[in-house]
């Protein structure tokens, strides 16, 4: 089952970067029509996200992006442009609870290695569709907890976005994703999937393709008076 928020287009506004490096790792597929740019993020599963890549798209530079990967994906929408954003389980800034589940992993990598860091993360995300060598966790530890509010990105493109989150999410639970689609600049659209958590690309994988297609080819926007899109 599906749950459809529509992101309230006015949220907070912030400045963003007009310059900063990138170091970016990205699949890109030119399909029917537009561009499909994948961002998969440190610790997807090894699949990655190729299942998104063959959808047919509108003309355009379309990228989509899990977890961490979102900031990838934002950073090229900011340079190059993008028709759209697809963001799936965002992870764009630091709350004091995502603060606190960060601090958790450090402890387990630092005193288990892997092993360690699987057992703090099984309750918040990690299972058998996750994993990642102890150098791969290292990484993705540190660049979480030097993000700072990434959200700003949003207000530099005019992309449309869509944020796929699973109800289920420990790590970056609901809320998380309704504060990244708050900052939009135009039109964005949530869904929330039922009995999905963090990975919900892996968990509800044909809920999530079917989404993604839909709004890669604009059905999931459609005009309604007042400015919404639904």
Do not use: C, M, N
Not at 116 to 134: D, Q
Not at 154 to 162: C, N
Not at 170 to 192: I, M, N, Q, S, Y
């Amino acid at each position: 089952l599906l749950r459809l928020e529509v992101a309230d287009p006015q949220g907070p506004v912030q400045g963003f970067p007009l310059q900063e490096g990138l170091d970016l790792h990205a699949l890109e597929y030119k399909g029917a029509v537009g561009e499909i740019r994948l961002f998969p993020g440190l610790l997807a599963p090894p699949a990655g996200l190729d299942f998104l890549l063959d959808l047919p798209s509108e003309e355009g530079l379309h990228l989509v992006a899990f977890a961490e990967g979102a900031l990838d994906a934002l950073k090229v929408a900011f340079q190059e442009g993008a028709r759209s954003l697809v963001l799936l389980s965002p992870v764009l800034f630091r709350d004091a609870l995502l603060s606190a589940r960060l601090g958790a992993l450090r402890f387990g990598l630092e005193r288990g290695g892997v092993e360690g860091f699987a057992r703090v993360g099984r309750a918040l995300f990690f299972g058998a569709l996750s994993a990642g060598s102890e150098e791969v966790l290292w990484r993705w530890l540190g660049r979480l907890e030097a993000l700072a509010d990434e959200r700003r990105w949003l207000r530099g493109t005019a992309a449309r976005v869509l944020v796929v989150q699973g109800a289920l999410d420990a790590f970056t639970p609901p809320l998380h994703g309704a504060k990244v689609a708050d900052f939009a600049k135009g039109e964005a659209l949530r869904f929330v999937v039922d009995e999905a958590g963090h990975l919900v690309p892996w968990e509800a994988q044909e809920e999530v393709r079917d989404l993604v297609a839909d709004f890669l080819l604009g059905e999931g926007f459609r005009p309604l008076p007042g400015g919404l899109a639904l």
